[in-house]
C-alpha cells in the first residue's frame, strides 16, 4: 500500500487491520454533546460501543462488559504474574465540526502537493502551512471529504488498540502484562472519566491512545476548570424603558470586552502559558450567560485566571447595581505530571516500547486535557501516547497511516516490556 517504508516489520503487519478497522469506526457518528445530562451524552455513541463489545468477544477476550453508561471494558490475560495495564481510547468525536455522514478518503503516496477536498474545495490541505504534512512525504494519508471532521480524534486510538489486542489474542507472546481494555463516551466534553470503574478496571496504569504525532508522550496537561457569569437584568418595553431597562446583553458584552485582548487568550498564547477564552454568550434582555473555560499548566495561575474572572464580574456588578451577577464554577480535570512523576516506570516503559516500534520517542505537552488527566487525578496514572492523527476537530483533520501502524506496534511492544520487567 505505501512507498514510504513502515518503522519496523511489525508496523507494516498491523498496518492493513488498523486500516480497516479505522475506516469502519469512522463511519459511525458519535459526536458528542455539550451541556447534556445523560451519560452518554447522545445515544449514537453507543452504535460504536456496541460495534466494539461483539469485536472483542469475536477477538476472544475475557470480561467483556458494555457498562450502563456506555463504557467497553475487556480484559487479556497475560502471563501469570505480570501486572496488569490499560489501554484507554475514546468513542466519541467533538461537537465542534460537523460529524455525520463522514466519508473517508486515502491519499496513497503522498505527493507533497495541496490536498484539495473534494466535497468542499474550499477545505485544503497544504504543507506550506502544515510542517506534519510536509514531512510525510510517500505517507499514506486519511482524510474526510472535507464536508465533516475524520474522526481520528480519537478513533485512531481505538482502531489502533482493537488491532493489537487481536494480534496479541492470536499471537500469545511471553512474557507480557495482562491488558485491560476501556474505550470511554463523552471525553470530548470533559466527561469522560465521569463514571469510569477504576476499581473495577484494576489497572496497575493506563496509557490512553489520544495524542497525534509519531513517537509524541504526553504527561502534562492543562488544569482546567468552567465558569457561567449569570448577569441578571431587568426587562421592559423598549418604548416606557427610561430609567427601569437593565439590558443584560450589554453588560455581558462589557464583561467579555473587559477580557485580556494581549494575552491571557489561546489565539495569543503557547508552550505552558494559560488563558481565558469566552466560548459562548447565550440569553437575553433579562438574563445573559457568558460561558467560559480557564486552563493552565500551573495550578496557582489557575487561581489567578478565576479571581480574574470574579473581579471582571464584581465591577459589572457595582457600575449596576440594579443587575444581579452570580457565578458557577466546574473544575474539569487536573494537570496529569505530578501523579505521573510518582511512578517513572511507566514513562520509561513506553519511551522503550517506542523504540522498539522503530522510532524515537518525543515528549510533548498538551495543550488541552484527555480522560487521563482525569484518570491521573482519580488515582490511576495515565499518560498520553500518540496515535497519527493530525488538525483534531477540525473538517482538514488527517491521519498517516504509517503513524498508525506505528503506534498499533507500540501497543504490541508496550504489552511485552512490561511483562519483560515484572
Known amino acids: 500500500m505505501a512507498s514510504v517504508p513502515f518503522s519496523s516489520p511489525l508496523a507494516a503487519e498491523l498496518a492493513d487491520g488498523v486500516v ?33 463489545e461483539a469485536e472483542l468477544r469475536e477477538i476472544g ?37 460537523p460529524g455525520a455522514n463522514v466519508s473517508p478518503i486515502v491519499h496513497e503516496s503522498y505527493d507533497g502537493e495541496p490536498i484539495v477536498l473534494p466535497g468542499d474545495p474550499s477545505q485544503v490541505l497544504d504543507p506550506a502551512h502544515e510542517p506534519a504534512l510536509a514531512a510525510r512525504l510517500g505517507h499514506d494519508i486519511i482524510t474526510s471529504d472535507g464536508t465533516t471532521l475524520l474522526g481520528a480524534d480519537d478513533k485512531a486510538g481505538v482502531a489502533e488498540i482493537m488491532t493489537a489486542v487481536a494480534y496479541l489474542r492470536e499471537t500469545a507472546p511471553e512474557p507480557r502484562a495482562t491488558v485491560r481494555v476501556g ?8 466527561r469522560g472519566a465521569d463514571h469510569f470503574d477504576i476499581e473495577g478496571f484494576g489497572a496497575l496504569a493506563a496509557y490512553t491512545l489520544d495524542g497525534s504525532g509519531s513517537g509524541e508522550i504526553e504527561t502534562e496537561s492543562f ?53 481565558v477564552h469566552p466560548t459562548r454568550i447565550a440569553g437575553g434582555v433579562e438574563e445573559t450567560t457568558v460561558t467560559l ?8 495561575l489557575l487561581e489567578l485566571h478565576t479571581a480574574l474572572i470574579h473581579r471582571l464580574a464584581a465591577e459589572i456588578q457595582e457600575r449596576e447595581p440594579r443587575a444581579t451577577v452570580a457565578i458557577e464554577t466546574w473544575d474539569q480535570y487536573r494537570n496529569m505530571r505530578r501523579g505521573i512523576d510518582a511512578r517513572p516506570e511507566i514513562v520509561t516503559n513506553a519511551e522503550e516500547a517506542i523504540r522498539r516500534s522503530g522510532v524515537e520517542p518525543e515528549h510533548a505537552i498538551i495543550r488541552g486535557g484527555t480522560d487521563g488527566s482525569r484518570l491521573t487525578e482519580m ?9 497519527g492523527g493530525q488538525k ?31
Not at 462488559?65 to 484507554?88: D, K, N, Q, R
Not at 488515582?379 to 496515535?387: D, V
Not at 483534531?392 to 520487567?421: C, F, I, N, P
Open 392 to 422: 483534531y476537530h477540525s473538517r482538514r483533520e488527517w491521519a498517516s497511516v504509517q503513524d498508525m501502524a506505528t503506534a498499533a506496534a507500540m501497543v504490541v511492544e508496550l504489552v511485552k516490556v512490561w511483562g519483560e520487567k515484572a
Open 293 to 300: 473555560i480557564v486552563r493552565d499548566h500551573n495550578d496557582e
Open 183 to 190: 474505550f470511554t463516551v463523552d471525553e470530548e466534553v470533559g
Open 223 to 275: 488544569s482546567a476548570r468552567q465558569l457561567k457569569v449569570i448577569i441578571g437584568g431587568n426587562g421592559e418595553h423598549p418604548g416606557t424603558a427610561k430609567g427601569k431597562l437593565v439590558n443584560a446583553v450589554k453588560l455581558a458584552a462589557d464583561f467579555v470586552a473587559a477580557l485580556p485582548r494581549g494575552g491571557l487568550s489561546p489565539e495569543t498564547t503557547e508552550d505552558r502559558e494559560g488563558f
Open 379 to 387: 488515582g490511576l496514572p495515565t499518560p498520553n501516547l500518540f496515535t
Open 20 to 52: 480497516d478497522r479505522f475506516l469502519r469506526y469512522v463511519r459511525v457518528d458519535t459526536q458528542s454533546l455539550e451541556g447534556a445530562t445523560t451519560t452518554p451524552s447522545t445515544a449514537k455513541q453507543l452504535d460504536l460501543s456496541r460495534m466494539l
Open 61 to 97: 477476550l475475557e470480561d467483556v462488559e458494555l457498562s450502563e453508561h456506555g463504557y467497553v471494558y475487556a480484559t487479556l490475560p497475560g502471563t501469570p504474574g505480570a501486572p496488569v495495564i490499560g489501554l484507554v481510547a475514546h468513542v466519541d468525536t467533538s461537537p465542534e465540526s
